[in-house]
Each structure stands twice: as C-alpha cells, then as structure tokens.
C-alpha cells in the first residue's frame, strides 16, 4: 500500500504551547491516517485529511504537555503490544505486515507506537488523578446482573465427544480415491489404530481423543457438520487448504449454559469504571483545551 504523498520542504506550521509542529510532522501523519485506514492519496481529500491531522497533532500535544507538567510516563508494556495487534487486525494484517507497510511508504513504525505510547500514559494519568473519585452504584450492578442472567437461562449448548484425524492434502484429483482409502482403513483397523498410525494432528498419540468440545469453542463450519452426524459414524470430510479432516462422533449431550456471576460482575463493574474515566478524561482534556495557546506560524 503506497499512500503517494509528496516530499514538501520541512519548516514549522504551528506550536501547541510550547510544542511545535512540522510540516512533515503533518505530512507523515497524513501517511499515517491512511495507512490504517487502508486508503490511496486522492488531491481532492487533502484538506479533510490535513486538517484530521492537524486535529490528532493537536490532540496528543496538549497531552503531552500535561503529562510533562505531571512528570508522569507509566503504562503497562502489554498494552502496547495489545494495542498493536489490535489496530493491524482492524485492516486485516498482523503487526510485521503493518511494519512492511510502515517501511515501504518511507515512515518510522516507532511514530505509530509512540502515538500508542501517548494515550497510554494519558489513560494512567487519568487513572491516578480520579481513581479516589470512581463510585460504582451496586444497585445498578445487580440488576444488570439479573438481566444477564434472565438472558441466559434457557440457553442451551451442545456439547460433542469427538475423535478426528488429519492428513495431508494430496493433489485436487487425487482426493476423493485419498479419502475413500482412509474410510475403508477405517473400516478395517478402526478409527482409533488409522488415528494412532496416520493422523498428523497432536492427538494422534491419543487415538485421535478430543474428549468432549463444546459448540461455540468450535468454527461453525465443523460444528455445523458434527451436529449432522449420527452418534458413533464418521462426519463428512472437511477440506482445508492444507489438509483433510475427519470427526468421529461418538457421544453428544446438551446442557444450560451457567452464568459465571463472579466473571459477569467483574466486567459489568469494569465497564461502568472506563465509563466514568472516559468522562474524566473528556472534561480533564476540555478544561487543558482552553488553557494551551494555539498558533497557525506557516500557511
């Protein structure tokens, strides 16, 4: 992905307080925006995507001078890396693509992370400066609890007891007469001596064993097939791109889901606490807002 932005000469376009910002500041945060958001450079979006820059510019400068003013740079290293995976998911990469992405359109991956770096001493700051002031109403959190667990009590999960092997995908002619030799194997040895002898997977060492799985820890697509197959037959065959799978259905059973009310109240209480530190945060940066002195130098 090559975002086509043009080399401009370098010299100061405005200062946040005492922060000043570059016009390649501005440039390589245009490269930037559209690189996560999986766009091409078009001249007729360059006002849209100068003045978005301009504003995230802004954004993370006042912070940054209040995090100075605090003396304050704590954040949990797992975040970071969290954060990461997060945002090159949201365009369907994983982080060294996003890296290769960063490196061909000429921009330092280390802009991205310190962008990261910045919001998560924000959010640390926040904390520090308004944990004393977070009140949860328990009242509120039972009765979200009661709702969570009207929801879920007649839900009910399948659950399957399965054995599978695994082989190698052969040629596309060759795969019908591949799987027909491994029924008839089967047949022959029983599922569990092919499994033990043939199957690539790791619970070949346990006859191809699963033990019991439940349907919504399974792809849909397997699930799906499993549920057809009758209690002790072999499901039909799934093709992968590498490999070809067969399921033994050996048991099936249903149950209620349980609502784990400990786990269900922790995140009820987890989520009502970012709440209130997402408002902390608007009015913290609100009331900074008002007070940087912002100026336009170079048009």
Not at 146 to 167: G, M, P, R
Not at 176 to 185: F, P
Not at 186 to 213: Q, Y
């Amino acid at each position: 992905m090559e975002t086509g932005i043009s080399k401009i000469v370098d010299s100061i376009y405005l200062t946040v307080g005492n922060k000043p910002v570059t016009k390649s500041d501005i440039r390589n945060e245009i490269k930037l925006l559209l690189i996560l958001q999986k766009k091409q450079f078009k001249e007729e979006d360059k006002n849209l995507l100068q003045n978005t820059a301009i504003k995230q510019i802004v954004n993370r400068k006042i912070k940054e001078i209040e995090l100075d003013r605090n003396d304050f740079y704590q954040f949990n290293d797992k975040d970071l890396g969290n954060e990461l995976v997060r945002i090159s998911g949201n365009i369907d990469m994983d982080v060294n693509k996003l890296k290769d992405t960063f490196k061909f359109n000429n921009l330092d991956f280390s802009l991205l992370e310190d962008q990261i770096k910045i919001e998560l001493f924000w959010n640390s700051l926040i904390f520090s400066l308004y944990k004393d002031r977070i009140s949860i109403n328990p009242d509120e959190v039972k009765e979200k609890l009661k709702i969570i667990q009207e929801k879920n009590k007649n839900v009910v999960i399948k659950e399957y007891l399965v054995s599978e092997i695994a082989i190698k995908l052969p040629e596309s002619d060759k795969i019908d007469s591949a799987i027909k030799q491994l029924l008839s194997r089967i047949k022959i040895e029983g599922f569990e001596n092919v499994a033990k002898t043939t199957s690539l997977s790791k619970s070949s060492s346990n006859g191809g064993d699963l033990g019991w799985l439940r349907e919504d820890v399974i792809a849909k697509e397997v699930s799906t097939i499993i549920d057809q197959t009758i209690v002790g037959n072999i499901a039909k065959p799934i093709i992968l791109p590498n490999g070809i799978l067969l399921f033994k259905l050996r048991d099936k059973r249903n149950f209620k889901k349980k609502t784990d009310l400990e786990k269900s109240k922790n995140q009820i209480v987890s989520s009502e606490k970012e709440k209130i530190l997402n408002m902390y945060s608007l009015s913290h940066y609100d009331k900074l807002r008002r007070t940087v002195v912002i100026k336009i130098l170079n048009e």
